[in-house]
Structures are given as structure tokens and as C-alpha cells.
């Protein structure tokens, strides 16, 4: 008899906890998991760091990723609050997009966590998790200076630059940061852009994509180092343009390989740089950014004080959003084993 009932508790219990995984439940502690798209590694890392560390914290997690399609973001965000959500995070597409469906969520009061990207023109927005993406531009600014020598005057070098989405609000912060480091090295002609592609909206990647970024290098290969002139170095906001700046090399250039910057430390860049095709990357390490956003998630739902420590930077058109930077570091041939492996980000296998 004792058994028989023990066995019935067991499986009353089996039964409440795979209908609580299913998110469908009301049990007050849902949270929704809004990301871009699972074309890049770094959302899918980001969206299984985010779920595990909620759900050891006892949320109920809603993740769902959008194709790079801002309707299906929109429509994904639409029954997150319909379903219970109390607290969204979002790592939107286009930061401009989410107004109008953020007003249904502060109308129920459900808080909204940018995530990674802040989302511009919604005063439903609490808080902002990010890495500190202006100083990720520098870095990868400063990382230029100092391999080419130019703080000590070496040059003129030849340079290119590529950055990611115009409708992403981290994308001016990459380049602004770099550009703040370099551009007074075009100014004195240390620095030489011979394509003449200077300009943000110019030297921007739709959807952040490897081939709009490697068919951008194709033509500026062509028409200015296919004579065997030299390209020294190319500031490549992220990994996913990176990689379609080193294709294009591989494809139409005979000079040494260039410095060649990057973001993530995506599996596919770290092996580029393991081979030698790409210089560094901005290593951002997700468990850390989803650790402050779990902590954010946690303060929210018990009323106290969620960490912020930047009250200053980011204003989103509503005002400023209590924003936590985290500090990106970057990675090269010299200290990836030690931030990567060693700190089992990723294991050997994954960089064969
Ligand atoms: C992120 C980068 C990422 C890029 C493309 C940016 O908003 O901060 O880490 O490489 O989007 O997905």
C-alpha cells in the first residue's frame, strides 16, 4: 500500500514538472527568451546559457529564436505576453521594431531586459545586459595601433573597414569605438583607405551576413588590391563579417594576409585564427552575460534592486536605461587556450 502510494506521488510529480517544461504553465515565473536567430553561433550559445541558468534559478522559460525576421520577432514577443511572461528578454533584430508590441507588455506590466542589443524608442524597456560595446570597438581599434606600430608613427598602411546591421544599435557603438582609436590615423595618412569606403552606412553589413560581407571584399579586392598591392590590415566589426572578409582573401588576393579583427570567438574564427587568417577576436563570454541578466530576471520578479552599473551611456530615445556592461576582453593565437579551453568554453575537439 505504501509503495502503491509512493508510486502515485512520483508519478504525480513527473507529470507536474513535464507540464511545467512545456511552458504552457500559469505559475506566475515565466520568462520569456526572445533572440535573433540561430544562424550564428553566438544566439544559440547565448539562448542555452540564458534557459539553463533561469531554469536552475526555478523560472519557467519561453526561448524562441526568429530567423532574422522581424514579424516573427514580433509575433514571438506577442505570445510570450499572451501566454503569462513576466519578464521578456529581448536580443532584438532591429532595435526600431518592438514599440508597438512592448506597449502591449507595459500595459500588463510585464519588465522588458534588453539583451546584448539595446532596443531603441520604448519607454517599456527596465534594464540593458550588454557587453560594454563601445569599448569592444576600441579594442579592436587599439589592437591595429598597436601591431602596426602607428602610436610610434610607422606607415602609411593600406586599411579596409566592415561593420554589421544598421538597424542594430551596437553597430555604431563597434564602429565608433575603432574609429575613435584610427581616425586620426587616416587623418595624418599613416593610415590609408583606398577604396574610400569610409562611412558608416557604407562600410555597414545587412544582417550582419558572411556572404553581403564577402561580396562587399570581392569588389573592393578587385578594384584595388588584385595588382599585388598590399592590404595591412582590415577592422571587421565581428566574427560572421570576418569570416566573409577572410573568404574573399582566400579567393582573390595574393598579398600577405592582412591584421584582421573580429567578435565572439565563433568556433569557425577561432580556427582562422589557429590558422593564421584572422588576427584576434573580442572574446564576450555569454555564461557571464547571461549570469547578470538571470540576476537581473531575479530582482525583477522579487521587487528589489537589479545590478546595474552604467547609468549614463545608454539612452534609447525614452531616456537613459540602468544598463550592467559587461568587459569584453579579445583573443589571439597568444591567450585563446587560456580563455577558451581553460576555461572550458570550448573543449579541444570543437577547434580541430
Ligand atoms: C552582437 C555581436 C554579434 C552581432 C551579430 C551584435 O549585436 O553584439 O556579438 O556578432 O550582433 O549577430
Request: aromatic letters at 8%.
Amino acid at each position: 500500500m505504501k509503495r502503491k502510494i509512493l508510486s502515485l506521488i512520483l508519478a504525480l510529480t513527473m507529470v507536474a514538472s513535464l507540464l511545467a517544461g512545456c511552458g504552457g504553465s500559469s505559475s506566475g515565473n515565466k520568462v520569456g527568451v526572445a533572440m535573433p536567430t540561430k544562424d550564428l553561433q553566438r544566439w544559440n550559445q547565448d539562448g542555452e546559457n540564458m534557459k539553463k541558468q533561469l531554469e536552475e534559478a526555478g523560472y519557467t522559460v519561453d526561448l524562441q529564436y526568429a530567423a532574422n525576421d522581424i514579424p516573427t520577432q514580433v509575433s514571438q514577443i506577442e505570445n510570450m505576453i499572451n501566454s503569462g511572461c513576466k519578464v521578456l528578454v529581448i536580443a532584438s533584430i532591429d532595435g526600431d521594431s518592438l514599440g508597438t508590441v512592448l506597449d502591449q507588455a507595459k500595459e500588463k506590466n510585464i519588465s522588458v531586459i534588453a539583451y546584448d542589443r539595446l532596443i531603441m524608442n520604448s519607454d517599456a524597456v527596465s534594464y540593458y545586459a550588454t557587453f560594454d560595446n563601445y569599448m569592444v570597438g576600441t579594442k579592436q581599434g587599439e589592437y591595429i595601433e598597436k601591431e602596426l606600430g602607428l602610436a610610434t608613427g610607422a606607415g602609411p598602411f593600406n586599411i579596409e573597414l566592415i561593420t554589421g546591421d544598421p538597424g542594430d544599435n551596437n553597430a555604431r557603438f563597434f564602429f565608433g569605438g575603432a574609429m575613435d582609436v584610427l581616425q586620426k590615423y587616416i587623418d595624418n595618412g599613416q593610415l590609408v583607405v583606398k577604396s574610400g569606403q569610409v562611412d558608416f552606412d557604407t562600410v555597414a553589413t545587412a544582417n550582419w551576413s558572411t556572404e553581403n560581407a564577402q561580396s562587399r571584399f570581392d569588389a573592393i579586392i578587385s578594384a584595388n588590391y588584385a595588382d599585388g598591392t598590399q592590404l595591412d590590415a582590415v577592422l571587421a566589426s565581428n566574427d560572421s563579417t570576418a569570416l566573409g572578409v577572410a573568404n574573399s582573401l582566400e579567393a582573390n588576393y595574393t598579398g600577405n594576409w592582412p591584421i584582421l579583427t573580429g567578435q565572439d570567438c565563433d568556433i569557425a574564427s577561432v580556427k582562422n585564427m589557429i590558422a593564421g587568417k584572422q588576427s584576434m577576436s573580442i572574446f564576450k563570454d555569454t555564461r557571464t552575460l547571461a549570469a547578470k541578466t538571470v540576476e537581473m530576471v531575479d530582482a525583477i520578479m522579487k521587487g528589489t534592486n537589479a545590478p546595474v552599473n552604467d547609468t549614463s551611456t545608454y539612452d534609447n530615445g525614452t531616456g537613459i536605461i540602468p544598463s550592467y556592461l559587461c568587459e569584453p576582453v579579445f583573443a589571439d593565437i597568444n591567450n585563446y587556450k587560456e580563455l577558451l579551453l581553460d576555461s572550458g568554453y570550448y573543449t579541444e575537439d570543437q577547434l580541430k
